[in-house]
């Protein structure tokens, strides 16, 4: 007599999501699935849960949510786990499209400009820069000039050329395929945020668990 093998299931759950507000969270929208295919349209569309407004913006779904719903669909599965266990789910409103402020990037960019201007004439000013320009025009050429002015311009326009390559950007365009010292930083910072969410959600499911009552037998 032929035995049917259970069917496989490979379930991947994806780091961090968006999800528009007011719909509902499936399974297709936080896991990358694998599957006979006759299964996994039926798998994308499980509805894990409807956020509410009391829910917040950001909800975490692990898989001991995942798979009970899975069993409940094909009770026979062999469910095997790929990565991380969790997934972060961000509810986002609607996005109304804003004509980008002229002034906004004006003020921004002045902020930006004077800000690194004077944070750099400052730490020149620390290290008495000016006394050192002075001193290394007088070794190349052989004589004092207490205002080396092409060589300051020669040093201002290399501190422009220096920060250009350091951030590997100019404008939009990019060197080469690394990441930017900026984009490490930010993508550290989104990382940090991600595990303080994990761990606040965790400890609010377990103060939930705990807040709620026991079973009573006999229904008293």
């Known amino acids: 007599m032929k035995q049917h093998s259970a069917p496989a299931i490979y379930i991947q759950l994806k780091n ?90 004006v003020l921004v960019w002045l902020l930006l400009f004077f800000g690194s201007a004077l944070t750099i004439m400052n730490f020149h000013a620390d290290v008495n820069m000016q006394e050192v320009q002075i001193r290394i025009v007088e070794m190349i050429t052989g004589h004092r000039d207490e205002h080396p002015v092409v060589f300051q311009i020669a040093y201002s326009v290399g501190i422009g050329f220096g920060m250009v390559i350091f951030f590997n950007h100019l404008f939009k365009k990019k060197w080469n395929e690394e990441p930017t010292p900026l984009e490490v930083e930010m993508y550290l910072y989104q990382k940090n945020i991600d595990q303080y969410v994990i761990n606040e959600e965790y400890s609010k499911m377990r103060r939930r668990g705990e807040n709620q009552p026991e079973n009573v037998e006999d229904g008293r």
């Open 16 to 105: 961090r999501v968006t999800v528009p507000k007011g719909k509902g969270v499936t399974l297709g929208d936080i896991a990358f699935l694998i599957a006979e295919p006759e299964l996994k349209e039926s798998l994308e569309s499980i509805l894990l849960m409807k956020p509410e407004q009391s829910d917040g913006n950001l909800i975490l779904i692990d898989l001991l949510m995942v798979i009970p719903r899975i069993y409940e669909l094909v009770p026979e599965a062999d469910i095997e786990p790929i990565g991380e266990g969790r997934t972060i789910v961000q509810i986002e409103g609607p996005l109304e499209r804003r004509k980008p402020s002229v002034a906004m990037f």
